[in-house]
């Protein structure tokens, strides 16, 4: 989910990719060392730290305005999308009456498996017991939730036994991740340059400006993307008595709040299980794995 947070650490980073191309210890296309950083310049940066505005280091700092948060309508309804897929690491596999479920070496357990059993004592037509994996799962305790379920099965570690008369199926899937957009909105980010003279100023708000004047769209550390737009830019020399000489750059970012959910691929149409996958009331891997 992208906020203020996650946006501003995003610009950082982009920042940082294209003004510093050989890391930032190297320092900038300017020539000098280089700080980005969220927030404001602090004492430090004027004086009291290894490197400081008087030495010769340049700073780029990242702040949003409160005052500039707006709403943006969106379409009602609320929708919502799939997005990544992930594919299981807990398996279901049937050979005769006998059921076993497996997890990958080194996984966390995650996806859906289960059985569906015809022949089981006292139920007519078939049976269906299905668990969806979470992380402290094991092979174990999901072949016990599932065998608890199905009349006549019993489930002894990672396997279950079904009645004699008992015809089975094996059903895996995997998972999708969901998202919702619960809320759009803009604001503005103001990306200042600092440096200690007009002329260092000058050559980093240029940098700046190059590296993000072709960018319209950043996505961030959860997978949000949101719109940045280059707004007003100035010099600002109120402190240039101290040495300081400033230039903030206004940014108008559009970006939604959305809402991440995991679910089962075969409660979101089968989407990305695979040819071997017969679609009906229930998803089954007709090849038993």
């Known amino acids: 989910m992208a906020d203020i947070s996650t946006i501003s650490t995003t610009i950082a980073a982009a920042l940082a990719a294209a003004l510093c191309p050989d890391g930032t210890a190297s320092g900038a296309v300017t020539g000098r060392p280089l700080v980005i950083r969220r927030g404001a310049l602090t004492q430090a940066d004027l004086g009291d730290a290894a490197r400081t505005l008087q030495q010769g280091c340049d700073f780029i700092t990242i702040a949003d305005l409160a005052e500039s948060w707006a709403r943006v309508d969106e379409p009602l309804g609320r929708p919502w999308r799939m997005d990544a897929t992930a594919p299981a690491t807990v398996h279901m596999a049937v050979s005769g009456t006998t059921a076993t479920v497996t997890v990958d070496a080194g996984a966390t357990p995650s996806g859906t498996v289960g059985l569906r059993a015809r022949g089981l004592?006292?139920?007519?037509?078939?049976?269906?017991?299905?668990?969806?994996a979470t992380a402290t799962d094991t092979a174990a305790t999901i072949a016990a939730t599932i065998a608890t379920a199905m009349p006549g099965a019993a489930a002894s570690g990672a396997s279950i036994t079904l009645p004699a008369t008992a015809v089975a199926q094996a059903i895996n899937a995997g998972t999708l991740s969901a998202r919702c957009v619960a809320r759009r909105q803009q604001q503005v980010f103001v990306i200042t340059a600092w440096s200690a003279t007009p002329a260092g100023r000058d050559a980093l708000g240029r940098a700046m400006a190059d590296a993000l004047a072709l960018t319209d769209w950043l996505t961030d550390a959860g997978g949000s993307t949101f719109r940045i737009e280059a707004r007003a830019t100035t010099n600002d020399d109120t402190a240039m008595n101290r040495g300081i000489f400033a230039r903030p750059a206004r940014f108008l970012v559009t970006y939604d709040t959305d809402l991440t959910r995991v679910v089962p691929a075969m409660l979101a149409g089968g989407?990305?299980?695979?040819?071997?996958?017969t679609r009906g009331d229930v998803l089954l891997d007709t090849g038993g794995g």
């Open 271 to 277: 989407t990305g299980i695979g040819p071997d996958v």
């Open 121 to 132: 004592p006292g139920v007519p037509g078939n049976a269906c017991s299905l668990h969806v």
